[in-house]
């Protein structure tokens, strides 16, 4: 279903935090990427942060933010790959307070028919966390900047 353009358009305030023991300021593609299009779409990027693959940094920094008034949603990049050091969708889960379970089916149907069976290794999550919207990407590569748009 297409967006229905007769509504107002309503502006929000958007964090993004990169999960990363590689990325840096100089080097956050993925970072760069959200950015960009959270700018081009007419929303408001309040706050960008990098953080260590660490379950707990993650928690206690998703769980900071989520407090903040101004920040009406999260978005996050990295650390939901498959390795021992992606943990970001456990640190998630553990302070979520309700989980948006269709979100992580439609990413991976919609990822899909943008590059094949490769979706399946999405661990793409939603939630609410202190009532903030929380939702995490995969790291912005060539994949998903085509199923971004």
């Known amino acids: 279903m297409p967006i229905d353009t007769s509504l107002d358009f309503v502006s929000i305030n958007i964090a993004v935090i990169t999960i990363s023991d590689s990325r840096t300021k100089e080097n956050d593609t993925s970072g760069d990427t959200l950015e960009k299009r959270i700018t081009d779409a007419g929303h408001t990027m309040i ?11 993650i928690k206690e920094t998703l769980d900071t933010i989520s407090k903040e008034k101004e920040i009406d949603c999260i978005i996050t990049t990295g650390g939901t790959g498959l390795t021992g050091r992606d943990t970001t969708p456990e640190a998630v889960n553990a302070i979520a307070s309700k989980h948006i379970d269709g979100f992580g089916e439609l990413f991976r149907q919609v990822s899909f028919e943008k590059i094949g069976t490769s979706a399946i290794q999405s661990r793409a999550v939603a939630a609410l966390i202190n009532s903030t919207y929380v939702f995490l990407f995969a790291r912005i590569n060539r994949c998903m ?3 971004l748009g």
């Open 145 to 147: 900047q085509r199923w």
């Open 47 to 57: 706050k960008r942060t990098i953080i260590p693959d660490d379950v707990s940094q």
